[in-house]
Nanobody, 127 residues
């Protein structure tokens, strides 16, 4: 059973940077697509960025393109989200997730497609 744990959240000023980590245990992460999601207070959970397993192709929401970079280190069983030029509207709880099936291309358009979820890490962008 795949288990995911996020870390790296915190309070940062607008324009600052943070690196989120999604660490896997229970099984190898190498064969899973992984997505990062954000949920702001009173809003639905939205897909931010994802990375596939085999070809490591990635997708990002328009709101974070050019600012957020997703990457993975399969040896460390970890997926990272480097967040730059942070804005107050980036505030929320950030979750990483993986689908039940292996070797899938990642997607951001259908949250229920993801099966394994971490507990989330809070990111607050404020001066």
């Amino acid at each position: 059973q795949l288990q995911l744990v996020e870390s790296g959240g915190g309070l940062v000023q607008p324009g600052g940077s943070l690196r989120l980590s999604c660490a896997a245990s229970g099984t190898t992460l190498e064969y899973y697509a992984v997505g990062w999601f954000r949920q702001a207070p009173g809003k639905e959970r939205e897909g931010i960025s994802c990375i596939s397993s085999a070809d490591q192709s990635s997708r990002s929401a328009d709101s974070v393109k050019g600012r957020f970079i997703i990457s993975r280190d399969n040896d460390k069983k970890t997926v990272y989200l480097d967040m730059n030029s942070l804005k107050p509207e980036d505030t929320g709880v950030y979750y990483c997730a993986a689908p039940k099936e292996l070797f899938r291309l990642c997607r951001l358009d259908h949250v229920p497609w993801y099966y394994y979820w971490g507990q989330g890490t809070q990111v607050t962008v404020s001066s």
